[in-house]
């Protein structure tokens, strides 16, 4: 079976860098969307970063707009989220999520993802 598993999460100052890795194994699968979303304790998970395979595009949160990137390796069938500037309010478990199905979809909320990884734990100290 298909699955997406992240690495590269840890524990680093505020101001530091992480890249996070989304590696897909166990077979192939059309993805119309490869995201990053993160969920602090008793927060929703919520959208961070998102590559949209039509077009190759990427859009991003807000909160997280200027200090990360989403890039693709194809041949290394691996998505990365870069992190630079990171700060306290970064911290959560972060999941790699992607979407199998065409069609329509808000590439931000979870629900229209129908593959997740396990998640990888950032924490960020001040």
């Known amino acids: 079976q298909v699955q997406l598993v992240e690495s590269g999460g840890g524990l680093v100052q505020a101001g530091g860098s992480l890249r996070l890795s989304c590696t897909i194994s166990?077979?192939?699968?059309?993805?119309?969307?490869m995201g990053w979303f993160r969920q602090a304790p008793g927060k929703e998970r919520e959208f961070v970063a998102v590559f949209r395979c039509s077009g190759s595009s990427t859009n991003y949160a807000d909160s997280v707009k200027g200090r990360f990137t989403i890039t693709r390796d194809n041949a290394k069938n691996t998505v990365y989220l870069q992190m630079k500037g990171l700060k306290p309010e970064d911290t959560a478990v972060y999941y790699c999520?992607?979407?199998?199905?065409?069609?329509?979809?808000?590439?931000?909320?979870?629900?229209?993802?129908?593959?997740w990884g396990q998640g990888t734990q950032v924490t960020v100290s001040s």
């Open positions: 999520a992607g979407r199998t199905r065409s069609g329509l979809y808000n590439y931000a909320a979870p629900v229209f993802y129908d593959l």
């Open positions: 166990g077979g192939t699968f059309s993805s119309y969307g």
